[in-house]
Structures are given as C-alpha cells and as structure tokens.
C-alpha cells in the first residue's frame, strides 16, 4: 500500500540556518504530494503542494520538488525563523483511493534565536 | 468562512461510555474524513465520506462508527470508550482532487 517516510526529529536549528526535511514516499500509482504544517495546539494547515513529477511546491518561503525517479519530496528552506518551529508533516493522495491522504510521522522543528 | 468546526475542544471519558464528537464544515466540501493523531504515529485514518451518505473504512475504524446524512457534517461516534482511545482527533474536509484538507481545531480526548 502507499506509505510515507520522514526524518525522524527533532530538528533543533539556528535562526537563518537552511532547513531540509527528507520525505520519500511509496505509491502505486501517481500521487499528489503535500507539506502540511501544524503549530502548538493548532490543527494541521496546507503549507504546499505538487501534483506532478518535477513540480516545485512553494509557499512562505518553504520549497519541495517532486522527484518521481527518487520517489522524494523534501521540503527547503534558505533561512527559519523562530517562527517556523512547528511540527511538519509529509503526505500523499492517490486518485485512485478517492484522494486518501495518507500522511507521515511528522517531523518536529525548533529554531533557537 | 468558519471552515471546518469541530466540537466539543476537550472531552474525558469513563471506560465504556458512548459519546459523539461533532464536525461541520461550510465549504460545500464533498469529501471529509477522520484522524486520530498520537504521539511518533503521525496522523491515522479512522473513516472517511466521497458524499452525503457514503462512507468508508480507513486504517483504524475498531470501536469508531460514522454516517453522513449532509453534506455539511460527519459525527464520529465512540461506542464504548476505552484508553487506547486516548489521542487527539482531528476532522478534515476537501473538495475532490489534489486541493489539500481543511482541518479543524481537533478535539482533544482522554478515555479514564
């Protein structure tokens, strides 16, 4: 079946340090994938998305890639804020299973001043 | 827009008791589904629904049940709460294809 795979955490950084989140996932069909991004005592919210090989997902300054010959959705970014500590969570959806998603562990994130 | 609403926030539960927990959403959103979050497991599918009066299974729907009579909601019930349905249940919605959910607020349960 179709599963994701995350980095385990937590990821500790420095403000302005570059932060990459690995994500490789397994599907048997051609899935969308998805970054979502969940904040203390917040539900998760859509951070951004690639519905193809090699579309480039973007949004706040966040970036993903979506490799299918790597089967890989990383997600970038050039420099956090203390502001981006949350918890960020690799996920994928198959039109085929009527767009379940199914999501990753999650990946914890904390940026020190 | 109030998107997804999800109530009650927090709830405790004795060992056999029966509750439901609500969620609506205002998006006209065909599909809407059910998760349960803890702690290194990330988010499990317990139900989900492609519409008004369809539902199906999804990863961990022992001692959950679900209908859908409108569009708008999808209650999740707990037939007979037990601690190992202790966690955080969050309620999400989207229309069909690779939009993204909305999720809700979650509504944080313990089971004693």
């Known amino acids: 079946g179709n599963s994701v795979t995350q980095m385990e955490g937590p990821v500790t950084l420095s403000e302005e340090a570059f932060l990459t989140i690995n994500c490789t996932y397994t599907a048997t069909g051609y899935p969308s994938l998805f970054w979502y991004v969940q904040y203390p005592g917040e539900g998760l919210q859509l951070l951004l998305k690639?519905?193809?090989?090699?579309d480039k997902g973007s949004n706040k300054g966040f970036e993903a890639t979506y490799r299918k010959e790597t089967t890989s959705f990383h997600l970038e970014k050039g420099s956090v804020q203390v502001s981006d500590s949350a918890v960020y969570f690799c996920a994928l959806s198959d039109k085929t299973s009527y767009d379940k998603v199914i999501f990753g562990p999650g990946t914890s994130l904390s940026v020190i001043p | 827009n109030a998107g997804v609403t999800q109530t009650p926030k927090f709830q405790v539960l004795k060992t056999g008791q029966s509750m439901t927990l609500q969620c609506a959403q205002d998006?006209?959103?065909?599909?809407m589904s059910w998760y349960r979050q803890d702690p290194g497991m990330g988010l499990r599918l317990i139900h989900y629904s492609v519409g008004a009066g369809i539902t199906d299974q999804g990863e961990v729907p022992n001692g959950y049940n679900v209908s859908r009579s409108t569009t708008e909601d999808f209650p999740l019930r707990l037939l007979s709460a037990a601690p190992s349905q202790t966690s955080v249940y969050f309620c999400?919605?989207?229309?069909?294809?690779?939009?993204?959910?909305?999720f809700g607020s979650g509504t944080r349960l313990t089971v004693v």
């Open positions: 690639a519905t193809k090989a090699d």
């Open positions: 998006m006209n959103h065909e599909y």
């Open positions: 999400a919605s989207s229309p069909p294809g690779a939009y993204g959910y909305t």
